[in-house]
């Protein structure tokens, strides 16, 4: 069966330092990948999509990068965190050709 | 553009009482449609599906049926529980020529069951 996995479940960073999720799918290969994040609230932001590796789709301008350097792994970084950019970070995972999205357990990320 | 249009909560119902929570969507096609639900802390978890239209989705006492006559994914369970409490989304999903398909989320409704 396939599992996604995120880490870390929770960070606490200051204004202007970097910063880097992980997320990792097992037991399946060529996922479409998906980053989101929900702030306060309950709406979610698509952020950036990937449908192969080092294929990256960003949906909303921000100081916030993706990359997909493995066909399982899917990265989010910034070079200078915000305030604004607090919030729950889902990464989500389907098959090619399917509309169902999984996803994984976020990351509450609170910067200060 | 696609759009999901859910009820505006907060809900709250007491324990074994009906539940309905109401979705809309815009779309041009066929697109397919899911109810995910997310506990306090967790990720989104698929509750139900449907792809098509007349199809009824169903899970863990939950059901919704595509209507594609009124544009409607209502999601309903008989005898809600405390362990329902939770928030749900609806969510749409279409075939995107030369892209990912992409969902497309409702604002979400948060439920709270009382024992």
């Known amino acids: 069966s396939q599992t996604i996995h995120q880490w870390p479940a929770t960070l606490v960073q200051p204004v202007g330092s970097p910063l880097s999720l992980e997320c990792t799918v097992e037991g399946t290969s060529n996922p479409n990948l998906y980053w989101y994040r929900q702030a306060a609230g309950r709406g979610l932001q698509l952020l950036f999509y990937s449908v192969g590796i080092g294929q990256i789709s960003s949906e909303v301008p921000q100081n916030l990068s993706a990359s997909r350097p493995q066909d399982r792994q899917f990265i989010l970084s910034s070079k200078k965190l915000l305030l604004s950019d607090s919030g729950f970070y889902l990464c989500?995972?389907?098959?090619?050709?399917?509309?169902?999205?999984?996803f994984g357990p976020g990351t509450r990320l609170t910067v200060t | 553009g696609n759009s999901v249009t859910q009820m505006e909560g907060p809900v709250t119902l007491s324990e074994e009482a009906f539940l309905t929570i109401n979705c809309t969507y815009t779309?041009?096609?066929?697109?397919?449609l899911f109810w995910y639900v997310q506990y306090p802390g967790e990720g989104l978890q698929l509750l139900l599906k449907a792809t098509k239209a007349d199809d009824k989705g169903s899970n863990k006492g939950f059901e919704a049926t595509y209507r594609k006559e009124t544009t409607s994914f209502h999601l309903e369970k008989g005898s809600v529980q405390v362990s329902d409490s939770a928030v749900y989304f609806c969510?749409?999903?279409?075939?995107?020529?030369?892209?990912?398909?992409?969902?497309?989320f409702g604002s979400g409704t948060q439920l709270t069951v009382l024992p």
């Open positions: 779309a041009t096609g066929y697109p397919s």
């Open positions: 989500a995972w389907k098959s090619p050709g399917v509309g169902e999205q999984y």
């Open positions: 969510a749409l999903s279409r075939i995107s020529s030369g892209s990912a398909r992409q969902l497309t």
